[in-house]
């Protein structure tokens, strides 16, 4: 799968630009807040629906207008799509695939997958479980379509539950509605449980390898679904009526708080290096190396779930890798297309050999260079 070309109109500090992109390489230099980073958002964007930067999609338009777009070609397998996105201020955003629209713009699915590396991935493993929720949210909806639907379904009724739980206990009939929206919870919740467990088990065996790989066998990898519903077998009966059964000894403290203090919203990804919590005992140089792993570890995934390699967008990381890991990574180019972008070209030499496109950004302008 690959991106043939990109308009962008009015999308962040882009006015109109065109790009013809290349089915392999494609490298983009330029100066800090130039729009490298806007331009990965804008691929993320068509492919997605969303950005990976706001759930605002807002900000994505240009400051001084009402209305942005992003156009794009994309190849998937033997078929083109051509994804149109309109981004309104006021109004919410549409969405066509060959000329044809959404009916729900909330859930494109392109069939493009894509799989960003940036900086600010280090709070996958020092930030809080809700980076790693994220994390495994978006991973899981990429590949599994139906995920996405039961996390909305999911988050619609716990909000009704903590909006019964808020609206006081003196109310008779409160606990014969939080018997349904506890079933209801538990029914769709237990899909999560489930979901996540089993991408976790697949992360962690693909990680394990790739980890060993980039710290020449020092390391051990392990990740582990940390739920806050016990569970000993991977059996729906078991999580479900785990779940009902934390739900109701928690029913009086929850009734206090006006939240819900179990489920799968409240769960977390434990990573461990040789059996430490990677979160507190991983130096800053092995919680990054632990991040490129579970990055490539996801791009493995979707390759063995969907039979095809995801777009990788590399948003200002490449040139700050050392150059054995900077080889192992050009292992993973030969079968996919791939987005650089840089500050300068210092250490890119090692991918002249791949031929890329080269661009350079300025100011929301960007030129083929020579
Ligand atoms: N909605 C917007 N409208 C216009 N400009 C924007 C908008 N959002 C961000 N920008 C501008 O984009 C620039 C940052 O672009 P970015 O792609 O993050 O830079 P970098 O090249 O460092 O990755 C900043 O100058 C910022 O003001
Ligand atoms: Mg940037």
Known sequence: MNVKNLRLINFRNYNNVYLELDDKLNIFIGKNAQGKTNLLEAIYVSATGKSFRTNRDRELINFNKKEAYIGSKVQIGEREKLIEIKLDRIAPKRIKINKLELKKQKELNSGLNVVVFSPDDLSLVK???????????????????????????????????????????SKKDLVNLLDIFDMQLVKTGTDIIISRFNFIDKLSKVALNIHNRLTLNKEKLLLNYDSSISFKNLNRQEIE?????????????????????????????????????????????????????????????????????????????????????????????????????????????????????????????IKYKE
């Open 127 to 169: 930030g809080s479980p809700k980076e790693r929720r994220l994390f495994l949210d978006t991973s899981i909806s990429q590949v599994k379509p139906v995920y996405r639907y039961n996390l909305n379904r999911y988050n619609k009724i716990l909000i009704q539950r903590n909006n019964l739980l808020k609206a006081g206990k």
């Open 241 to 365: 009526s785990s779940f009902i059964k934390s739900l109701k000894e928690n029913r009086y403290k929850d009734m206090l708080t006006g939240s819900t203090s179990t489920g799968p919203h409240r769960d977390d990804m434990k990573i461990y290096i040789n059996n430490m919590d990677s979160r507190t005992f991983a130096s800053q140089g092995q919680q990054r190396t632990i991040v490129l792993t579970i990055k490539l570890s996801e791009v493995e995934i979707i390759y063995k779930d969907t039979g095809s390699y995801p777009v990788l967008l590399l948003d200002d990381v490449f040139s700050e890798l050392d150059s054995d890991r900077r080889k192992y990574l050009i292992s993973f180019f030969k079968n996919t297309q791939t987005f650089i972008t840089s500050t300068d070209i210092e250490n890119l030499d090692e991918l002249m050999d791949s031929n890329p496109l080269m661009f350079t950004i300025e100011n929301g302008n």
